[in-house]
């Protein structure tokens, strides 16, 4: 998952940068002024936004305003210390989906993020399917019916990317900016390498990574055939 993260406070960003990396492999962006953040969003793709309200400049009450405006409909989890009720439902009316208070914990924030990404994508329950294949995220393990799905970290990091945004095609470069930073190695080649590696894994099941010629990749559930 990519996240934009906008917030001034230095050491906060810093931390929830290296937690949501470290606790859930997301790759996460960091702006720390409403300005910079516009033109990142304007340029770059993103699976979520954490907001803070506070932010010098353009502040974050304005640039959800301008995102709302011209039609972008990333979701927003808005993180502030102005935790009144006042607060709460006058950004929720300016277009963000959730708002969560300082301070907080990591573990929340995750969660939270996850939720908004699995709304935003038309799935309510607390986990991504496709076909037999299962992503539980309070346990962060994939299983395929019943049985566990053996994958390294790296694969696990690039499969959550597929089922997140399954049915949907993922360039390399996508799949490449949603996988940790921390992970120097990782690179275009590499990522058609774990895909080999992944298709091998599910091969035999209902679900497979297919090419899409000048797109990318999709994962998609294999459709039944007559007399099967």
């Known amino acids: ?46 699976d979520a936004i954490v907001l803070d309200l506070g932010l010098p400049g353009l502040d974050g009450q304005s640039l959800l305003t301008r995102m709302r405006a011209r039609g972008d409909t990333t979701p927003v989890l808005i993180l502030t210390a102005r935790d009144s009720l006042a607060a709460r439902v006058d950004t929720l009316h300016q277009g963000a989906d959730d708002f969560l208070a300082k301070p907080f914990r990591i573990e929340e924030l995750e969660a939270r993020l996850v939720a908004l990404v699995r709304r935003s994508r038309g799935r309510e329950h607390a986990r991504f399917a496709c076909g037999s294949l299962v992503l539980d995220t309070a346990a962060q393990r994939f299983t395929v019916g019943d049985a566990p799905l053996q994958l390294t970290p790296r694969e696990h990091r690039v499969l959550r ?38 298709r091998k894994k599910l091969a035999g099941t209902d679900v497979q990574i297919v090419t899409l010629r000048g797109l990318g990749y999709c994962l998609e559930a294999v459709a039944d055939t007559p007399g099967s």
Do not use: C
């Not at 993922?170 to 080999?196: F, G, M, P, Y």
């Open 1 to 46: 998952m990519r996240i934009l993260l906008v917030e001034d406070e230095t050491a906060l960003a810093h931390w929830v940068a290296r937690a949501l990396g470290r606790q859930a492999g997301y790759v996460v962006a960091w702006a720390d002024d409403g300005a910079l953040a516009e033109r990142r969003l304007q340029l770059e793709e993103f």
């Open 161 to 198: 990317v597929f089922i997140q945004r399954s049915g949907e095609p993922l360039s390399k470069q996508q799949i490449l900016e949603r996988v940790s930073d921390d992970d120097t190695d990782t690179n275009l080649e590499a990522i058609e390498v774990l895909v080999h590696r992944l």
